[in-house]
């Protein structure tokens, strides 16, 4: 995962601290340069990045054993790498429903989730490295307005990777996505409406513009 993404996710969960006031002992938080748990103390992330939901559910391996053995491992937190064509191939509800159950299944062992929208390319001229990693803006938006639909409330989905790897002019267009997100028709969610100036600022000091 290239380092200024990574800062992304990061700044993601920043915006899902400060979107959980109202349930605050449920949710990790930041202080400082730390990641708090619901139980007051420091949280290293450790984790692995699953195959493609999609991948997962046609080869039978969506499973909770699949979880398990993640947890057997010492993962703490689990990556859902979703790409855009199987995303649309197997269908938006199939797999977002796939997921409510992975989810489920992280939390039972002890896991957090990181929501990958797992495309690799420029949206701004449609170039991808492979087919696989179609898309556009308009679908990304909606992704992620449906993710902030369904998991506003949940703590366990705790780190968003707004898009896997940028390539060249994809960042300057990518620094305007989340204000973009917050002002979509579609997106019910509050948190997003802070995404912008936290995942500028850090972008803006780690990234050469």
Not at 85 to 101: C, I, K, P, V, Y
Not at 129 to 144: A, Q, S
Request: glycine share 4%; charged share 20%; hydrophobic share 40%.
């Amino acid at each position: 995962m290239k380092p200024n993404i990574f800062i992304l996710s990061i700044m993601a969960a920043v915006i899902t601290a400060c979107a959980s006031d109202s349930a605050s002992s449920e949710w990790v938080t930041v202080k400082g340069n730390k990641f708090i748990d619901p139980q007051g103390n420091e949280l290293i992330f450790r984790g692995l990045c699953f195959s493609d939901p999609v991948k997962l559910v046609s080869e039978g391996q969506w499973t909770e054993r699949y979880f398990a053995e993640a947890a057997d491992w010492g993962a703490n937190v689990v990556r859902f790498a979703v790409h855009p064509t199987n995303l649309n191939r197997m269908g938006w509800e199939e797999t977002f429903s796939a997921m409510d159950q992975g989810i489920e299944w992280a939390k039972k062992h002890g896991m957090y989730v990181i929501m990958d929208w797992h495309s690799i390319g420029n949206l701004k001229d449609a170039k991808y490295t492979n087919p696989m990693y179609d898309t556009d803006l308009e679908e990304t938006l909606k992704f992620w307005a449906t993710v902030a639909q369904r998991y506003n409330d949940e703590p366990a989905v705790a780190l968003y990777e707004i898009f896997n790897t940028k390539l060249s002019r994809t960042l300057p267009r990518m620094l305007r996505w989340p204000k973009r997100m917050a002002s979509h028709p579609n997106n019910a969610s509050s948190w997003l409406t802070q995404v912008y100036g936290q995942a500028t600022s850090a972008m803006s000091k780690s990234v050469s513009l």
